[in-house]
C-alpha cells in the first residue's frame, strides 16, 4: 500500500513553459512522465555527480510492524551540482510473497495479484547493496516508506534519508501540497501508470528534475534539506491537558507503555519560534535531540523519549 493516491488537478503552479492562452483562458498542456527509456543511462560528460537513491514500495497495509512488502522498486540517479539529474544508470524493481491472500483493496490499488506473488521474493542482499552503494534515499513519504525497508532489511547500514512531501516547502513555491501524482501535474507532467512502484519511481524522478520558479530543482531542494540541520522537540513537561494544543501544533504523540510524549521534527527556520512558544504556552523548555540525516523519518519505535525526571526545587 502506498500513500502516493491520485488527485485530478489542473494545478496553477510550477510549469510555466507548457501554458497556453485559449479565448482569454490559460490553458496547461501535461506532458506525460518520461520512461526508462528515455533518459540517458550514462551522463554526456565526465563531472562530479552524487549517486542517489529513489524507493517506492508496496504493501499489503500501512503499519511496518503488522504488514508486509509485497514490491519494491529503486533506482540510482546521478545529480549534477546545480541539482539536475544527468542519468540513471539503473532502475529495478522485484516481486515479494507476503504468504497470505492479498487485500482486496491492496489489489484494486496497486492491480498486483496472489498470482502475481506467488512464491516471489525480493533479493534482499541484492537491495541492500545497492542501496548501500548511494549516497542518500529518497522517497516521497519517506515517513511510510523507511520502516518498511528498514523492515525488510534490518541490516542495512545506517542512510541519510530525504523525504520529498515533508522536505520541501511545497506553498512556499506556489504549489498546492498533495499526494505525489497530484503535485506532478501541478509540475507539467502526468504519469500514464500509477501505485506500481517502477511508475511512482519514474513520476517522483520527474517531479524531482522540475525547476522551480526561483531556478532551483525540488531535487536540489530536497538534498538541501538533507544536508542541513534539523531536531526532534520532545514537550517532555507538557501536561495531558495541553494535548490539543500540541496536536494543533503538528506534535505527534509517542507512546512509551503507559505514558509517552509529543514531538515535532523541526528546522532551523522553525527553532526559535518553536522554542519561543514552547516557553510562552506550554511553560516549560523542550527537550531538543539532534536529528541528523540518518536518524530522520525512522519508526517512533526506534527511539526512547527523554526521561521526565522530578524536578528538584528549592
Same mark, same amino acid.
Given at each position: 500500500?502506498?500513500?502516493? &493516491?491520485? *488527485?485530478?488537478?489542473?494545478?496553477?503552479?510550477?510549469?510555466?513553459?507548457?501554458?497556453?492562452?485559449?479565448?482569454?483562458?490559460?490553458?496547461?498542456?501535461?506532458? !506525460?512522465?518520461?520512461?526508462?527509456?528515455?533518459?540517458?543511462?550514462?551522463?554526456?560528460?565526465?563531472?562530479?555527480?552524487?549517486?542517489?537513491?529513489?524507493?517506492?514500495?508496496?504493501?499489503?497495509?500501512?503499519?511496518?510492524?503488522?504488514?508486509?512488502?509485497?514490491?519494491?522498486?529503486?533506482?540510482?540517479?546521478?545529480?549534477?551540482?546545480?541539482?539536475?539529474?544527468?542519468?540513471?544508470?539503473?532502475?529495478?524493481?522485484?516481486?515479494?510473497?507476503?504468504?497470505?491472500?492479498?487485500? !482486496?483493496?491492496?489489489?484494486?490499488?496497486?492491480?498486483?495479484?496472489?498470482?502475481?506473488?506467488?512464491?516471489?521474493?525480493?533479493?534482499?542482499?541484492? =537491495?541492500?547493496?545497492?542501496?548501500?552503494?548511494?549516497?542518500?534515499?529518497?522517497?516521497?513519504?519517506?515517513?511510510?516508506?523507511?520502516?518498511?525497508?528498514?523492515?525488510?532489511?534490518?541490516? =542495512?547500514?545506517?542512510?541519510?534519508?530525504?523525504?520529498?512531501?515533508?522536505?520541501?516547502?511545497?506553498?512556499?513555491?506556489?504549489?498546492?501540497?498533495? !499526494?505525489?501524482?497530484?503535485?506532478?501535474?501541478?509540475?507539467?507532467?502526468?504519469?500514464?501508470?500509477?501505485?506500481?512502484?517502477?511508475?511512482?519511481?519514474?513520476?517522483?524522478?520527474?517531479?524531482?528534475?522540475?525547476?522551480?520558479?526561483?531556478?532551483?530543482?525540488?531535487?536540489?531542494?530536497?538534498?538541501?534539506?538533507?544536508?542541513?540541520?534539523?531536531?526532534?522537540?520532545?514537550?517532555?513537561?507538557? &501536561?495531558?491537558?495541553?494535548?490539543?494544543?500540541?496536536?494543533?501544533?503538528?506534535?505527534?504523540?509517542?507512546?512509551?507503555?503507559?505514558?509517552?510524549?509529543?514531538?515535532?521534527?523541526?528546522?532551523?527556520?522553525?527553532?526559535?519560534?518553536?522554542?519561543?512558544?514552547?516557553?510562552?504556552?506550554?511553560?516549560?523548555?523542550?527537550?531538543?535531540?539532534? =536529528?541528523?540525516?540518518?536518524?530522520?523519518?525512522?519508526?517512533?519505535?526506534?527511539?526512547? !523519549?527523554?526521561?521526565?525526571?522530578? *524536578?528538584?526545587?528549592?
Amino acid at each position: 500500500m502506498n500513500t502516493n &493516491s491520485d *488527485k485530478g488537478a489542473s494545478g496553477s503552479a510550477g510549469a510555466p513553459n507548457n501554458a497556453t492562452h485559449l479565448n482569454g483562458l490559460q490553458q496547461r498542456v501535461l506532458l !506525460p512522465v518520461r520512461t526508462r527509456s528515455e533518459w540517458p543511462k550514462q551522463p554526456a560528460e565526465d563531472r562530479p555527480l552524487r549517486r542517489i537513491a529513489i524507493i517506492d514500495t508496496e504493501t499489503t497495509g500501512l503499519d511496518w510492524a503488522r504488514h508486509s512488502v509485497i514490491e519494491v522498486a529503486a533506482a540510482a540517479v546521478l545529480v549534477d551540482d546545480a541539482g539536475r539529474i544527468a542519468a540513471i544508470p539503473s532502475l529495478g524493481s522485484g516481486l515479494n510473497d507476503p504468504g497470505h491472500p492479498l487485500p !482486496p483493496e491492496i489489489v484494486e490499488l496497486t492491480g498486483l495479484t496472489d498470482a502475481m506473488v506467488a512464491n516471489r521474493e525480493i533479493d534482499r542482499n541484492e =537491495l541492500g547493496a545497492f542501496l548501500a552503494s548511494c549516497e542518500a534515499v529518497l522517497a516521497f513519504n519517506a515517513g511510510f516508506d523507511r520502516p518498511f525497508v528498514e523492515a525488510l532489511l534490518p541490516d =542495512l547500514p545506517a542512510m541519510r534519508w530525504g523525504c520529498v512531501m515533508a522536505d520541501i516547502p511545497w506553498r512556499k513555491l506556489a504549489f498546492e501540497p498533495g !499526494p505525489q501524482n497530484y503535485l506532478l501535474m501541478q509540475a507539467g507532467r502526468f504519469a500514464a501508470g500509477a501505485h506500481r512502484a517502477k511508475d511512482d519511481v519514474l513520476s517522483l524522478i520527474a517531479l524531482l528534475d522540475h525547476v522551480c520558479a526561483d531556478g532551483a530543482s525540488i531535487m536540489a531542494k530536497v538534498l538541501d534539506a538533507i544536508d542541513a540541520p534539523a531536531w526532534r522537540f520532545e514537550a517532555t513537561w507538557a &501536561s495531558y491537558h495541553q494535548r490539543d494544543l500540541l496536536r494543533d501544533r503538528r506534535y505527534r504523540w509517542r507512546a512509551e507503555g503507559r505514558s509517552g510524549v509529543w514531538h515535532k521534527h523541526i528546522r532551523a527556520d522553525q527553532y526559535q519560534s518553536e522554542w519561543d512558544w514552547h516557553l510562552s504556552v506550554i511553560g516549560h523548555e523542550p527537550s531538543v535531540i539532534p =536529528l541528523p540525516a540518518t536518524e530522520r523519518y525512522r519508526h517512533d519505535r526506534s527511539w526512547k !523519549p527523554v526521561e521526565r525526571k522530578a *524536578k528538584i526545587t528549592a
